[in-house]
């Protein structure tokens, strides 16, 4: 494509009733067919900042441009440029998907030659063939949110955003919107600002990374220069008795700074990296603690967020797929 796709804020913010500031002033920059991956909790900034860049809602302050257009003085323009699938699949269960891409399709102003073609060729590219002549109340998760997929698709935009597209999918049907997802930004040059709580999604899939915090960007950079900022292994140890939950922790804290760890165990970041963890192992003894499992990790993106706001993201629970894991016997 010979436009430029990209998407440019600066001082980007939107106050609400009350005095709350959900995104307090953030600049950001995306580069055209580059996949962004946009971080951060609950409440964190992550949807505002996506319905402002849509057109859905008005900023407060600030400017934001997408595909060269500004999202408060030429919404409509922006709006012809982008497709978008929000964090609730805007599907009717009384339609068939093939019914949903003529409305999408006619509210684009496609022919009704060509609003059949397209349909086809998305209804195959994500796999519901098939089930084209179904109800979407019988779909599944998984289908549903691959058919709000294709019907963003459906106009051919520069720029799609993806608001928490994965949500709640089995990781079969995760991997499937991954696949689709690089292959847009690859193949056909599309932009792509994904929203997302998984760790493994923007490790996977994502360029470059911002970590948003209380309306705030924490943190950007591509996902192994974030890592690498951290620069330390961190060790991670399940207690054999849950009840020397509280001295694990008081012993592991000797060798460095907590780190995000599993509902059930204690992780510090070591000081002196990988080169102490006979020195934790000998201290276990010592202590008479016996432990189920001892873990040494690389640095991993939630250990970045952890890093600079001192909490952990909700994907951090999930299984990373990028990250090392090296396993100790205890």
Do not use: C
């Amino acid at each position: 494509m010979s436009q430029s796709n990209g998407i440019a804020l600066r001082g980007l913010q939107r106050d609400f009733k009350g005095a709350i500031k959900a995104v307090r002033g953030i600049d950001l920059d995306v580069a055209s067919g580059e996949i962004y991956g946009f971080l951060g909790p609950n409440g964190a900034g992550k949807s505002t900042t996506v319905l402002m860049l849509t057109t859905l809602l008005p900023p407060t302050g600030g400017t934001a441009t997408v595909a060269g257009f500004d999202v408060a003085a030429q919404g409509a323009e922006v709006r012809r440029v982008i497709g978008a699938a929000l964090q609730e699949a805007a599907l009717d269960n009384f339609l068939t998907a093939h019914e949903h891409f003529e409305l999408q399709a006619g509210l684009h102003g496609m022919p009704r030659k060509e609003r059949r073609v397209r349909a086809r060729e998305l209804l195959e590219r994500v796999g519901l063939t098939e089930a084209a002549d179904r109800k979407v109340g019988g779909y599944s998760g998984g289908m549903r949110r691959r058919l709000d997929l294709a019907l963003a698709l459906v106009h051919r935009p520069r720029v799609l955003f993806l608001d928490e597209p994965t949500t709640g999918l089995d990781p079969q049907s995760r991997s499937a919107l991954w696949e689709e997802v690089a292959r847009l930004a690859k193949d056909e040059g599309v932009t792509v600002f994904l929203t997302t709580q998984y760790l493994e999604e923007a490790d996977v899939l994502a360029d470059r990374v911002g970590i948003i915090d209380q309306g705030l960007i924490v943190a950007e950079g591509t996902p192994n220069a974030l890592k690498a900022a951290i620069g330390q292994s961190s060790v991670e140890a399940v207690p054999a008795d849950p009840r020397d939950h509280e001295r694990l922790a008081e012993v592991l804290g000797r060798f460095g700074e907590p780190a995000s760890a599993s509902p059930r165990g204690v992780a510090v970041r070591l000081r002196g990296g990988t080169e102490e963890l006979a020195d934790v192992v000998r201290a276990l003894d010592a202590a008479e603690l016996k432990v189920a499992r001892l873990q040494v990790h690389e640095p991993s993106l939630d250990d970045v967020f952890l890093a600079r706001t001192g909490r952990s993201l909700e994907g951090a629970g999930e299984a990373a797929v990028t990250e090392e894991r090296t396993a100790v016997p205890a």
